[in-house]
């Protein structure tokens, strides 16, 4: 059995604002690999700031998933802003026509970007393998709204800033206004064994958060928490209970989510 693991965080930006707690749920994140699931240092490679661009990301996640085989465990991690975007590709979002996407260092709106149709290409691993992929990015369903609520959020409180990067006039223009369904990343089906979770639901935006005196993203923060305080003896959907309530304590409106088949909902994440 062979542990991969690619870990991202991007505060900092080349043209988009920046963001606080992104490199902090890299070093909470890698910490927890190693104390709970395992992972040497060779097996985690963490990547931030002007280190990932979008080639440095796809080149980190082509080494994830290279010769992956049964019995694999591998897991990717992103910090950063998401957004969404016009379908990309010939039209494969039929309820919205629209892909979400993660924003890497270089991010322009010309196609410097990843979209999720390109992440289920690429994380389109072997049956058996086990995937576990935790996004703590904003995938906004209704833009208007969303917009309004994102300067509000920013202006009214300092301490937590939405990872949301608003598309140009250009762009949202051409997103639909109709007040449709969202689309979820993998939301067509990959390989049997990926556990994905999501930092917000399709309409929310994930906080970047000061706690404790400290910038972490919300739930980055309170997964690695549950996971350091548990010894890592939660299964899935356990933790995510536990984060759930611990940032509705706290005030967040967000709601993560987890994806995945019952045998890993009901099993420790990082584990076979």
Excluded at 19 to 32: E, P
Excluded at 140 to 148: I, V
Aim: hydrophobic share 40%.
């Amino acid at each position: 059995m062979r542990r991969k693991a690619i870990i991202v965080g991007l505060n900092e930006y080349a043209s988009q604002p920046r963001l606080h707690g992104c490199v902090n749920d890299c070093t909470n994140l890698s910490l927890a690999l190693d104390q709970f699931a395992g992972f040497g240092s060779d097996e985690v490679r963490g990547i931030s700031d002007e280190f990932a661009t979008k080639r440095d990301i796809e080149h980190q996640l082509e080494w994830l998933v290279d010769g992956a085989r049964p019995g694999d465990l591998l897991a990717f991690h992103f910090s950063g802003h998401g957004s969404r975007v016009p379908d990309q590709d010939e039209p494969d979002e039929p309820i919205d026509r629209l892909d979400e996407i993660l924003c890497p260092f270089d991010m322009a709106w010309d196609g410097t970007f990843i979209t999720d149709d390109y992440l289920r290409r690429r994380l389109d691993v072997p049956e058996g393998v086990v995937l576990e992929v935790i996004l703590d990015a904003c995938h906004t369903g209704d833009a208007d709204a969303e917009l309004g609520l994102t300067k509000a959020a920013a202006s009214e409180n300092p301490d937590r800033q939405p990872r949301f990067l608003p598309p140009p006039p250009e762009i949202t223009s051409a997103i639909p206004r109709a007040n449709l369904p969202t689309t979820r990343l993998f939301r067509s089906p990959m390989a049997p064994r990926i556990a994905l979770w999501s930092a917000c639901g399709a309409t929310q935006t994930a906080a970047d958060a000061r706690i404790n005196g400290l910038f972490n993203g919300a739930f980055s923060f309170y997964f690695c928490k549950h996971l350091r305080e548990s010894g890592g003896n939660l299964s899935r959907r356990e933790l995510l209970a536990r984060v759930r309530r611990s940032l509705a304590e706290a005030g967040y409106s967000q709601i993560p989510e987890l994806a995945a088949p019952p045998e890993l909902a009901a099993a420790r994440p990082f584990h076979l």
